[in-house]
């Protein structure tokens, strides 16, 4: 063995007293109590081990750009005109730069696999793209980088986007997305994503259903196209923020037909908890969709953070601007942000991130599954596991 982790707790398994993880080759080889080998040795001084943690949802190219732009007063905001107004702006390098800063503090606070949106249209060509590209190489040694190019501004109403896009696909992008609500067609914007995808065989990410009410869902066309298209298992929708405002059995009945599917869900409690309830001016809606009941129905989800900024913008507003009111503003570094029950971060350490992005997945698959269960696969796995505090995670919710 090259490397003994003594001193470890796993999430499951092997409960009660710490045990040793032997590591041979850059695989997980062995994890047992008082593991008999030769190996240079770290003391895990009783952490939890687990997988490493996986980002499903970012937004690299446009991360750290508030100071470009304050937080918007008021109840009413368009922070989609505002990034479209600065995208001109941003240069290869500029991109890769500000990506290159929330990557690395993924990587320090235990994200090994990352899926990030990359927007692409005539406003800033393929240069969201180049930059944020150019990382994975780069990186490679520490966290496997996932591609997601989407029209965010409008794919049938907007020119030279659709060319853009089936450029960085030929340039290796594995994934395409989609943003229907700011689309002048809907279903037009979502058909063409699902043509793209099989024309290149790629996965589809979808940003899905944000909105005050349920009406007008596109949700029930993406599962249409998924079953037509035969994607199950290939398809995930981002937000789903309409889910919030459906009563529990309306639902359970959409759930059962996702799960039935194959189509996913990431839900991003601070992005939508900023976005959603500024029609109300008391008994706001949170506008959150329930991964917990969703899960229970069968439905793979994940927890992500789509960008910095709607919870820098949400912590640096007024209180009165805050409709749900749920964060915890961040008085220390080393305080928690919790979100009620729904969503756990890990606590910053003295010189890290204020806000921590990468989040447990609960999809995760392969050596991520297999990883408490090593002794029945009985072939060495892929090492990807980070080591923390046991009371740093709030495993429960997660």
Not at 177 to 184: E, H, L, V
Not at 274 to 280: E, H
Request: charged share 25%.
């Amino acid at each position: 063995m090259d490397l003994i982790v003594r001193n470890v707790r796993l999430a499951n398994g092997f409960p009660g007293e710490p045990v040793d993880i032997g590591v041979a080759g850059g695989k997980i080889v062995a994890i047992e109590r008082g593991l008999a080998a030769t190996a240079q040795t770290y003391d895990a001084g009783g952490c939890l081990a687990c997988a490493g943690l996986v980002e499903t949802h970012i937004h690299l190219d446009k991360s750290r750009i508030i100071d470009r732009f304050p937080p918007e007063r008021g109840r009413e905001i368009s922070p989609m005109q505002q990034v479209a107004a600065l995208k001109k702006e941003f240069t290869v390098e500029d991109v890769r730069s500000r990506a290159e800063r929330t990557l690395t503090e993924c990587i320090l606070n235990g994200a090994t696999r990352m899926r990030t949106q990359v927007e692409v249209d005539p406003g800033i060509g393929l240069r969201g793209f180049e930059g944020v590209h150019s990382l994975i190489a780069d990186y490679k040694w520490a966290i496997d980088i996932e591609i997601c190019v989407f029209p965010q501004d409008g794919l049938t109403n907007y020119p030279g986007t659709e060319e853009l896009l089936v450029e960085a696909l030929k340039r290796g992008a594995k994934v395409i997305g989609g943003a229907p609500r700011y689309d002048t067609d809907h279903d037009g914007q979502i058909r063409r994503i699902f043509g793209l995808a099989r024309e290149f065989d790629v996965d589809i990410d979808i940003h899905l259903d944000v909105g005050n009410t349920p009406e007008a869902m596109d949700i029930h066309l993406v599962s249409r196209l998924t079953e037509e298209h035969r994607r199950g298992g290939r398809v995930v929708v981002g937000h789903m923020a309409k889910l919030s405002t459906m009563p529990p059995h309306e639902v359970a009945v959409l759930a059962r037909r996702l799960a039935d599917i194959g189509i996913a869900v990431t839900v991003l409690p601070a992005t939508d908890l900023y976005l959603m309830g500024r029609d109300q001016d008391h008994n706001v809606r949170r506008g959150v969709a329930d991964a917990n009941f969703l899960v229970e129905h069968g439905v793979n989800c994940s927890l992500a953070e789509g960008g910095r900024e709607a919870v820098a913008a949400m912590l640096q507003g007024s209180a009165a601007e805050r409709p749900q009111r749920i964060l915890q503003a961040l008085g220390q570094c080393h305080e928690a942000l919790t979100a009620e029950h729904d969503m756990s971060m890990l606590p910053a350490r003295e010189g890290q991130a204020e806000v921590v992005e990468p989040v447990i997945q609960r999809r995760t698959g392969d050596a991520d599954a297999a990883f408490a269960h090593i002794g029945e696969i009985g072939q060495p796995q892929p090492t990807r596991w980070m080591l923390l505090p046991e009371d740093d995670v709030l495993l429960g919710p997660v």
